[in-house]
Nanobody, 122 residues
Framework: VQLQASGGGLVQPGGSLRLSCAAS????????IGWFRQAPGKEREGVSC????????HYPDSVKGRFTISRDNAKSTAYLQMNNLKPEDTAVYYC????????????????WGQGTQVTVSS
């Protein structure tokens, strides 16, 4: 199983980025997907997740209304649209998958991508 995260970069405050997570070696349809981030010196935190069936989503208050997770099972790809980015969003962003129920708890995920750096700065 491989997850390949991409789309990070440098963006000014208020800007947008769209991250992608391409999966191979598994049938993504059957897996919940989560996006996580980790800033230097901080714990890894969940920023969004989406269920395997029904496309239910969940976000923490810190990104609610700014981030949108989606999935395209036909392309085995998940996305994270990030709008109105703030300097505190700066981190390495990871995608991950798990069987069963979606959750923002990173320690419940089985497969991880390599991470993509997002830097929000003027």
């Amino acid at each position: 199983v491989q997850l390949q995260a991409s789309g990070g970069g440098l963006v000014q405050p208020g800007g947008s980025l769209r991250l992608s997570c391409a999966a191979s070696g598994l049938t993504l349809d059957y897996y919940a997907i989560g996006w996580f981030r980790q800033a230097p010196g901080k714990e890894r935190e969940g920023v969004s997740c989406i269920s395997s069936i029904g496309g239910r989503t969940h976000y923490p208050d810190s990104v609610k209304g700014r981030f949108t997770i989606s999935r395209d099972n036909a392309k085995s790809t998940a996305y994270l649209q990030m709008n109105n980015l703030k300097p505190e969003d700066t981190a390495v962003y990871y995608c991950a998958t798990k069987a069963g129920t979606m959750t923002l708890r990173w320690d419940e995920y089985d497969y991880w991508g390599q991470g993509t750096q997002v830097t929000v700065s003027s």
